[in-house]
T-cell receptor
């Protein structure tokens, strides 16, 4: 079957660092996406990993280990505006519907 | 410039009514999607079209019928609305055909339509 697991909710302090984990079990793998979704808004693209390792983009980094079925999103120098849900999605080429498999999202709460 | 737009943003209606949600993208993308996001925030794919061809048709009630008049538009019509249809519906688009192996397939989302069925 296909499954993506993320923590439901995390809390962190402004200025700190937080790591949001995502584990997946899919028949195949052809890329992992992270999206940010503020309350009441649309998801917006943050990062894409298809090879093992770390992709850095400003304050945000995303890591992938295909052998472990594991990714994390690292947010540095947290700002209040980073309070949002973070969605992990995996592209499974074995999926007969060609769709992205979405996690339920991690709600990140930033406290002053 | 709005990349993916949806109308209406809010839709409140009575059970049993029929309603439509419209979506347009000006990104020149070939593929468009409809997602449903329920109160638990889980995104569920409903339909996807590539160049007006239906390529994803998840198990949704046949009260939901998508229509793609051209590759820039994908509308969603819902018949006989039920309480359980209340959710936020997102339209999205991507450049590539997701059936192509190696397709990058970043998806761009519309602002969402919050449907409330009373």
């Amino acid at each position: 079957g296909q499954n993506i697991d993320q923590p439901t909710e995390m809390t962190a302090t402004e200025g700190a660092i937080v790591q949001i984990n995502c584990t997946y079990q899919t028949s195949g793998f052809n890329g992992l996406f992270w999206y940010q979704q503020h309350a009441g808004e649309a998801p917006t693209f943050l990062s894409y990993n298809v090879l093992d390792g770390l992709e850095e983009k400003g304050r945000f980094s995303s890591f992938l280990s295909r052998s472990k079925g594991y990714s994390y999103l690292l947010l540095k120098e947290l700002q209040m505006k980073d309070s949002a849900s973070y969605l992990c999605a995996v592209r499974d080429p074995m999926d007969s519907n060609y769709q992205l498999i979405w996690g339920a999202g991690t709600k990140l709460i930033i406290k002053p | 410039d709005t990349a993916v737009s949806q109308t209406p943003k809010y839709l409140v209606t009575q059970m049993g009514n029929d309603k439509s949600i419209k979506c347009e993208q000006n990104l020149g993308h070939d593929t468009m999607y409809w997602y449903k996001q329920d109160s638990k925030k889980f995104l569920k794919i409903m339909f996807s079209y590539n160049n007006k061809e239906l390529i994803i048709n998840e198990t949704v009630p046949n009260r939901f019928s998508p229509k793609s008049p051209d590759k820039a538009h994908l509308n969603l019509h819902i018949n006989s609305l039920e309480l359980g249809d209340s959710a936020v519906y997102f339209c999205a688009s991507s450049q590539e055909d997701p059936r192509r192996r190696g397709a990058y397939n970043e998806q761009f989302f519309g602002p969402g339509t919050r449907l409330t069925v009373l």
